[in-house]
């Protein structure tokens, strides 16, 4: 009896307990319930069915039809022939622009959901928030006034701008806003309390110019964008259509500052929450925690519609079925927020439940070199592209950064270039890639990317050479009088023998190989190497302090090619300055100055070549690699495996063919099979 | 009770304080970047040179006042000077060194201003004058808050504005030079200066001029401390990284992880306990030591280890089942809102389970041991025997007699265990990406955002102090003699 009686408790105990959960997933349907709520009926409002095709975005805008679309699904796609003056390279008085091309865009592959693995925004702002994710967000969502096109990132391509003139010797530019764009309604528009935002909105040049009000508002959370447009001196909307800028001097940062410039919806960032519009004096405070961004929302006028945003879950976007322009060929796309371990990114990978992402090169070796996955093809070191074949593909991508070892030119002994250039000889580069980053970097010369059209191909490389290493180190006054097989020389009456530390970051087992390897080359030419690792933020004291005889770092590289933060002699002495190998040439001074005000590629080019020759000969730095990853996809089904549908790729191989090598991720391309 | 949470809470924020960021790597670090992997490569660009921002950060979470006591309210005019001359580039300091200096002289605040303008109005300091007036115009700036708008009046707010207009305008250019350290290169230097006075004139500008009193209570109570602690009592406690409230992170995520938790403490309890208990009472056969060794072979494997195992056998399809039998993320399927309560909490196991197998089997052995041990205690005490002189059976002397007084240190145990709960499993979490708040304080640890990492800490802290009084209450309810001395 005393048993029955306490599994009876039990049992009540255990009903009790499911009532209790049961119940408290009600608030959570509820609240799921009227977000769908919501959202239909904000599409009812626009008056577009939910499920239907996206036929919008198939219809032809302005501007197309002049070019036949190009639905070639093999080989490698051909660019429509750019025709001068509008080649994309920026020219003073005219529309330089490259046309918006429509013609990879094949309607009847539209459909399916592209997932893919990001990090959770913290906040959704368009400029206070600078994350990589949110800026991923707004390149979905928004477009700019011109773009750079992966086929040809070093030019300009006309977007939300039909057309871009720059005037009075490049400090003005008259940008023509294409017609007939119209906002994106947020997804809760038309709920109760939000009736006023459902109603078409069309794009103006008046949005542009709300978005640099706020950028110069010292008030917004924004310092490092508006440390950019430091030089602009007006922006005016002069009517609808047209948005001009003007620059206070000719300097060529003003280009991509102008040029990338996106929107920013002032009927939804200029109001409070009931509509009313915000004063201006407090637009600045108020912006810096808008009611907009506490509903987890963001709106613009780009291919895809955040539709929902579950902090640390999941990102859904929708296509924009009045997009003017040609989207990718998704339905949808869905982001996982909370994949965050590498195994679990990989594991999530085999699964299927992402479609492409990068392998880090850890998981390069142990699943593609090691042969741990046998769905990925082989390596074949003939065939570059032999990761296509498997069942999931693999290709490297390049990636716009470098490392580098810097010396010193401060101190003794790498104040004597000789020095220098015999620390470069002695750097087995080729080696160390192969050995040690599993070839994945290419060899760098300079801080341009070898794939740069402003890189150049002139440039000698420093070749392994420990015998010419040794010959100029004798030049340098570097003998070995002593004899105990490490080099010396007198320096103030002194006999100092050739022994150095180089600096360089804790916890990489690729430096640390790399330091290992090299020290023995250098151990046999007879200097003594000690590599000594730092934490991150004791590194950066020490750059600042320029507290160091070597040390190593890595940049990344940007398409505007300055040489003013790394190379000018100003910056030597500048607080927390990037010259901190003290590197000083009059030269260069003056071709750097020069680029800052020089637009003409052909000349920019050319002062570029001469810098990278004088750097080349000095060796400030030896430079090291450019850095490399691997880009992985569901390529096909196994043999005898069904296709599951919305999971494999297609074409995939069409955009690595045929873009830039250092923008060849683009998803242009990509669809699944029907 | 109270002082020793009062102690960590001081302990936790004085450690955390150490590590926070300055004023110059906040500005470093506000770059296109999110920590940057291993914060290898760094992008080519100066610098953000918009301190007010930056300032603003600080001032949000009381970062930019000192720890624990403040004394700035006595800094004069010589002080200044003193500081001032730390970050002439020919100081002798280094120049992260100096660097830091001038930007601590910008976070002081309205203690510093009414020294750095009497500096202004000095000829004699003519040389100062450029890095005075902007660390001037620093410190005189007034932060506005939106919910300050509603907040003051609308003349005052007028006024806050057009004088941070005219801080901003009038910071006289200087460059920094090897040879004269500071050289004045403004034309209209001695306009700016007399503009720069009269925005900070003691008439209209009480906050800039603190009396005795101010400046008395501020070593106390205009502390980092004090701000802390008062947002954190008030629920106003800030992650700037995250851009929202802590607490409202937390009670976001808190669920996911106790509920993981709870499930596994309750597995590892439940298991162990019988698992002690049976040992015991077989001490010395080869069952015992087999589950001994067996235990101890899994206690000595890691659980990044084992749970990274586990995901590759049991979750990846391919790997070594065709189709994995478990998922691999999450905690429960897409949909499953809609479920049916049954299969709603099925599918909870089902994802729950290799995460709360990964959690749970280490403390499995320590418990289990721990029971034995106790056990084999009180079995060989004077009156365990003497029960089973007179004729108990062992069933009778385990369960009657012993068992409650072995749980004793089953329960010291256990009173860490509400802590547990609300701690986070990090590893488990990556794993299973998992989105509870171990993830969360990493990536507050990640960003330097104390005030996160101490809301977490601070509840876990107070969780752990109440389940340490919980455990005092229970012994009183196992041990008739605890109770008798308080009775």
């Known amino acids: ?674 | 009770m109270i002082p020793t949470f009062l102690g960590i809470l001081v302990i936790n924020f004085v450690v955390l304080r150490m590590q926070g960021q300055s004023l110059v790597d906040v500005a470093k670090s506000d770059s296109r970047s999110e920590g940057g992997g291993a914060g290898v490569e760094r992008s080519i660009r100066s610098a953000s040179k918009q301190y007010e921002n930056h300032i603003d950060r600080f001032r949000r979470v009381g970062n930019d006042r000192p720890p624990l006591l403040n004394f700035q309210g006595f800094l004069d005019k010589d002080d200044i000077l003193d500081w001032l001359r730390d970050t002439d580039p020919r100081s002798p300091l280094s120049d992260s060194r100096r660097n830091r200096r001038e930007k601590d002289l910008w976070l002081v605040g309205p203690f510093a201003v009414g020294p750095l303008a009497e500096i202004l109005a000095d000829d004699a300091l003519s040389v100062w004058h450029g890095p005075a007036s902007q660390a001037l115009a620093l410190c005189a700036y007034a932060t506005l808050d939106p919910r300050d708008f509603d907040r003051l009046p609308q003349d005052r707010i007028a006024r806050l504005i057009g004088r941070n207009e005219i801080l901003r305008n009038n910071i006289i250019d200087f460059r920094r030079d090897a040879e004269v350290g500071f050289a004045i290169t403004d034309p209209d230097a001695g306009a700016k200066r007399q503009r720069l006075i009269d925005a900070v004139s003691a008439a209209d500008n009480p906050e800039f001029h603190p009396g005795m009193a101010a400046r008395w209570s501020a070593i106390l109570f205009d502390t980092g401390f004090a701000v802390f602690t008062g947002n954190l009592f008030t629920g106003n406690l800030y992650s700037h990284s995250q851009k929202r409230y802590v607490f409202d992170i937390i009670g976001e995520r808190w669920s996911v992880t106790v509920w993981i938790n709870l499930i596994a403490v309750v597995l590892a309890w439940t298991g162990s306990i019988p698992l002690g208990i049976r040992s015991a009472r077989r001490r010395g056969t080869l069952e015992d030591r087999v589950t001994t060794n067996g235990l101890f072979f899994l206690w000595s494997l890691p659980s990044f280890f084992v749970g990274a195992l586990l995901l590759h056998h049991f979750c990846t399809d391919g790997a070594t089942f065709t189709k994995a039998p478990f998922p691999n993320q999450g905690l429960s399927s897409q949909g499953s809102l809609w479920f049916g309560i049954l299969r709603y909490l099925g599918d909870l196991l089902w994802h729950g389970f290799l995460p709360m197998l990964v959690l749970s089997y280490a403390s499995f052995t320590a418990l289990s041991r721990y029971m034995r041990a106790n056990l084999l205690e009180q079995l060989n005490s004077d009156y365990a025997r003497t029960a089973f002189a007179k004729g108990c059976t062992e069933d009778r002397v385990v369960y009657q007699h012993c068992l409650r007084n072995s749980l004793i240190t089953m329960i010291t145990l256990g009173s860490g265990l509400l802590g547990e709960l609300f701690s986070g499993a990090l590893i488990v979490e990556m794993l299973f990406s998992i989105p509870g708040l171990g993830l969360l304080m990493l990536e507050g640890a990640k960003a330097y955002d104390a005030p996160l990492i101490m809301g977490s800490t601070i509840i876990s802290v107070g969780l752990l102090l109440i389940g340490i009084l919980i455990a005092d209450i229970c012994y009183a309810v196992v041990d008739p003699r605890v109770r008798s001395r308080y009775a």
């Not at chain 1, 049992?11 to 499911?18: R, W, Y």
């Not at chain 1, 880009?631 to 494999?648: L, M, T």
């Open chain 1, 1 to 674: 009896m005393e048993k029955l009686k306490i599994a009876l408790l039990g049992l009540v105990a255990v009903l009790l307990l499911i009532q209790i959960i049961d119940r408290n997933r009600e608030p959570e349907q509820m609240g799921e319930l009227k977000k769908s709520l919501d959202r239909l009926s904000a599409e009812l409002a626009r008056g577009v069915t939910v499920t239907g095709p996206a036929t919008g975005s198939a219809d032809p805008g302005p501007g197309t039809g002049s070019r036949p679309a190009n639905g070639s699904t093999t080989g490698a796609h051909t660019w429509p022939a750019a025709v001068p003056p509008r080649d994309g390279n920026p020219t003073i008085g005219v529309n330089f622009l490259l046309p918006y091309d429509r013609s990879w865009y094949d309607p009847t592959k539209v459909g399916g959901t592209l997932r893919s693995i990001n990090s959770s925004p913290k906040s959704l702002n368009p400029l206070t928030d600078q994350s990589a994710t949110s800026s991923d967000v707004h390149g979905l969502c928004s477009d700019s006034l011109c773009s750079r096109p992966p086929y040809a990132p070093e030019q300009w391509r006309e977007e939300l701008a039909t057309s871009c003139v720059i005037e009075e010797d490049y400090t003005v530019y008259r940008f023509t806003i294409r017609d007939g764009i119209i906002w994106q309604r947020p997804t809760f528009a038309g709920s109760p309390g939000f009736e006023w935002l459902a109603a078409d909105v069309p794009l103006t040049a008046s949005d542009f110019a709300f978005t640099l009000d706020l950028i110069m508002d010292p008030a917004v959370d924004c310092p490092s964008i508006r440390n950019y447009y430091e030089d602009l001196e007006s922006w005016q909307a002069i009517d609808d259509r047209t948005f001009e800028m003007r620059w206070k001097r000719k300097v060529y940062n003003s280009l991509s500052m102008s040029m990338g410039l996106q929107p920013t919806p002032r009927h939804v960032y200029g109001r409070n929450a009931d509509g009313s519009e915000i004063a201006k004096d407090r637009l600045g405070a108020t912006f810096n925690k808008h009611w907009f961004d506490e509903r987890r929302a963001v709106i613009g006028v780009g291919a895809y519609i955040l539709e929902s945003f579950e902090p640390e879950q999941q990102m859904i976007f929708v296509r924009n079925p009045r997009y003017w322009g040609v989207a990718d060929h998704f339905e949808r796309r869905e982001w996982k927020l909370n994949i965050k371990d590498p195994e679990a990114e990989l594991t999530a990978f085999k699964n299927g439940q992402i479609q492409a992402f990068g392998l880090s090169p850890l998981k390069y070796k142990s699943e593609i070199l090691d042969g741990k996955e046998k769905r990925f093809a082989p390596l074949d070191p003939k065939d570059p592209k032999a990761g296509r074949k498997g069942p999931f593909g693999w290709e490297r991508f390049k990636a716009m950064s470098f490392t580098y070892l810097g010396w010193n030119m401060r101190r003794k002994p790498f104040d004597d270039r000789r020095v220098r250039q015999a620390m470069s000889h002695c750097f087995p580069k080729d080696r160390i890639i192969r050995d040690i980053y599993f070839g994945l970097g290419q060899p760098v010369l300079s801080d341009v990317h070898p794939d740069s059209q402003y890189y150049d191909h002139e440039l000698k490389p420093y070749a392994f050479d420990p015998k010419k290493a040794r010959a100029l180190l004798a030049e340098a006054g570097w003998t070995d009088s002593d004899g105990d097989s490490l080099l010396d020389r007198e320096i103030d009456g002194k006999r100092e023998t050739f022994s150095f530390e180089i600096k360089y970051f804790a916890n990489s087992p690729e430096w640390d190989n790399t330091l290992g390897i090299y020290r023995q080359e250098l151990r046999k030419v007879g200097i003594d190497m000690t590599p000594k690792p730092y934490e991150w933020a004791e590194l950066v004291r020490i750059y600042e302090d320029k507290d160091f005889h070597a040390v190593v770092g890595g940049w990344r590289m940007s398409w505007d090619i300055d040489y003013f933060q790394l190379w000018h002699s100003t910056q030597i002495e500048a607080q927390g300055s990037s010259n901190f190998c003290g590197f000083a040439n009059a030269r260069v001074d003056e071709l750097a100055d020069k680029l800052r005000t020089t637009f003409e590629t052909d000349e920019r080019i050319a002062i570029v070549k001469e810098i990278q020759g004088i750097i080349h000969e000095e060796q400030p730095y030896t430079f090291f690699k450019s850095g490399e990853g691997i880009f992985i996809w569901q390529n096909h089904p196994v043999a005898g495996e069904a296709v599951e549908p919305g999971r494999y790729l297609r074409d995939v191989a069409i955009g690595l063919d045929s873009f830039h090598p250092l923008s060849n991720r683009t998803n242009w391309f990509w669809h699944f099979a029907r």
